[in-house]
């Protein structure tokens, strides 16, 4: 039998590989999140729409807008955490907030978060001295924190309100709460694997190690996730529609599983695929209004944070490829004007006369 299994795991890896697998099931999310999408939207009514979009208040706006700004604070902190972990402590933390919030925002709409976000940072942290190797343990301390934010938020929520996600998994409700016992079993394991290693905990093998946090640093780190994806459900929570009534725990159950489907999909954005999903787990609202607040939700923490992204690159590009090396050739040009009235000096054995600049 461990023959057999060794043979058809040697043969999956030849012929298909888990990065052929990956893309093959990110493509099949897509495919049908476009179609459940295409199906919902049929009949819409765009004035509909439009007199939703007016009907949400202007105070709820600015409060979530303001837990989007929240959000990505917290979001700063996965970076700054996970140098800190690997011992990276000459980055200070406004580098840590720059790489954090531009590799998100600007990984997530683009797509292929895992490889656009991981370019971002090694463009940031390669001037601080940081490898390809040390960028890859961030990526994956980051990452480990937002899978254990989720996890923990996700457990609670489902065990609680294990019906919030029945329409989303066409499971029942006593299936979504062993799944949910599952993940908070899965997070104390963790913490007693962490609690009770004599040795220091690694993951990897060869020049690639990463160090795990202790117990008492994972409660942080998992904090930092909560915090995050708190924000964010806060923001879509204040942007529902009054009526007919929705507890938060409900919403972010459903947030939170719609966030993640749209993760795994690694479309631009999550679009399509995150609004597919909430449009099919709520389907007591109705579609013109909850697309409302979609849209706003979208302007709110994808398109603003996107385009505020992009325009710190491209003046972090331009300062370092034109302002700064410009500034450079004119103190060099400078200094030389200056040695060789010094040398002229010399030679003609006159006193050196101030340049003007």
Not at 125 to 151: E, Q
Not at 276 to 299: D, H, K, S
Request: glycine letters at 8%; charged letters at 15%; hydrophobic letters at 55%.
């Amino acid at each position: 039998m461990h023959r057999l299994l060794t043979t058809l795991g040697r043969g999956f890896k030849d012929k298909i590989g888990w990065k052929r697998l990956g893309i093959a099931a990110s493509l099949l999310i897509i495919a049908l999140a476009v179609t459940i999408l295409a199906r919902t939207l049929k009949g819409i009514d765009s004035g509909i729409i439009l007199t939703a979009l007016a009907d949400i208040a202007p105070h709820r706006i600015g409060l979530a807008a303001l837990c989007v700004v929240g959000a990505f604070c917290t979001l700063t902190f996965y970076d700054f955490f996970a140098l800190r972990t690997i011992g990276k402590n000459h980055v200070p933390y406004r580098i840590a907030a720059l790489s954090s919030f531009t590799s998100y925002t600007i990984g997530h709409n683009i797509g292929a978060t895992v490889f656009t976000g991981g370019a971002i940072r090694f463009r940031i942290y390669s001037d601080y001295g940081l490898t390809a190797i040390d960028v890859a343990k961030i990526c994956f301390l980051s990452g480990l924190t937002f899978w254990l934010g989720n996890l923990f938020v996700l457990g609670f929520g489902m065990a609680w309100h294990p019906w919030a996600a029945s329409a989303m998994d066409l499971l029942p409700p006593a299936m979504n709460r062993l799944i949910a016992i599952g993940c908070l079993a899965g997070i104390a394991a963790y913490f007693f694997w962490l609690v009770t290693g004599k040795a220091r905990r690694e993951l990897g093998q060869n020049g690639w190690k990463v160090v795990l946090p202790s117990a008492r640093l994972t409660l942080l780190q998992i904090l930092i996730g909560v915090v995050d994806l708190g924000f964010c459900a806060l923001a879509m929570y204040l942007l529902m529609p009054t009526e007919p009534h929705i507890d938060f725990v409900s919403l972010a159950v459903v947030f939170i599983l719609a966030t993640l489907l749209g993760f795994a999909s690694h479309a631009p954005g999550s679009i399509g695929v995150f609004d597919a999903a909430m449009l099919v787990a709520l389907p007591e609202f109705g579609r013109e209004q909850l697309l409302a607040t979609l849209v706003v939700f979208r302007i709110l923490y994808f398109m603003i944070p996107f385009g505020i992204s992009i325009s710190i690159m491209g003046m972090r590009e331009f300062w370092l490829n034109v302002l700064q090396p410009w500034q450079e050739r004119r103190r060099l040009n400078g200094a030389c004007t200056a040695e060789a009235a010094v040398q002229q000096s010399i030679e003609s054995r006159q006193p050196i006369k101030r340049l003007k600049r």
